[in-house]
């Protein structure tokens, strides 16, 4: 069974540009998350998907991260402008989704992003 | 605002100890609590505790949880230096019928050989 994948791997970008990183859940998996995980820190929901809809982005800085799951598989997670804050890892995790007794969530490789 | 506290920070030791890793948490509304391992960058699941005082292991790893006292520790006997990583505590809260994961700091331990 292919993982979670993630893509880039590594970003280095200067503060107040753009980026986007993109994340393909496990096949069949209805639920996609996206973490931030500062470093020294354990990782923080940023958004979660049920298929295509938001369930819950409260804690997404809404005024410069947006994020999209368009057809209810693969997602991009934007930030525009980047701030110095926002270097971390950004980890996208799926799982089977609500109903499921079992839902443990997979983890993608992550992406490690620098703003200089 | 739903709490995950894990102690040590991190923890050095050598080849063959026996370790012991706490974590403990304050939250609404309780499912479960789930244990990962973090080498590189993607956590891996080790556990998840749903009931408290019911065991589970997995070779030399074990956990338990104690849902009165409200906190879990995982153990891990005869370390390995492949059992350097950091470990993440998370508890899985229900969330309108959307469940989520409220992660704890990690504790890094560093397995010296």
């Known amino acids: 069974e292919a993982g979670v994948a993630q893509s880039p791997r590594y970003k280095i970008i200067e503060k107040r540009q753009s980026v986007a990183f993109w994340c393909n859940p496990i096949s069949g998996h209805a639920t996609l998350y996206w973490y931030q995980q500062i470093l020294g820190q354990g990782p923080k929901l940023l958004i979660q998907f049920q298929n295509n809809g938001v369930v819950d982005d409260s804690q997404l800085p809404k005024d410069r991260f947006s994020a999209e799951r368009l057809k209810g598989v693969d997602s991009t997670l934007k930030i525009q402008p980047a701030k110095l804050e926002d270097s971390a890892v950004y980890l996208c995790?799926?799982?089977?989704?609500?109903?499921?007794?079992?839902?443990?969530?997979?983890f993608g490789p992550g992406t490690r992003l620098t703003v200089l | 605002e739903d709490k995950v506290v894990q102690s040590p920070l991190s923890l050095v030791v050598h080849e063959g100890d026996t370790v012991t890793l706490n974590c403990s948490y304050e939250?609404?509304?309780?499912?479960?609590l789930l244990w990962y391992k973090q080498e590189k960058k993607a956590p891996t699941f080790l556990f998840m505790l749903t009931s408290s005082g019911i065991e589970k292991k997995s070779g030399r790893l074990s956990s338990i949880l104690d849902k009165k006292e409200l906190f879990s520790i995982l153990n891990i006997t005869a370390t390995q230096t492949g059992d350097s990583a950091i470990y993440l505590c998370?508890?899985?809260?229900?969330?309108?019928?959307?469940?989520?994961?409220?992660f704890g700091t990690g504790t890094r331990l560093t397995i010296i050989p």
């Open positions: 995790a799926s799982s089977l989704g609500r109903g499921h007794s079992y839902n443990e969530q997979f």
């Open positions: 998370a508890v899985e809260v229900a969330n309108f019928g959307n469940e989520k994961l409220t």
């Open positions: 939250v609404t509304n309780f499912r479960s």
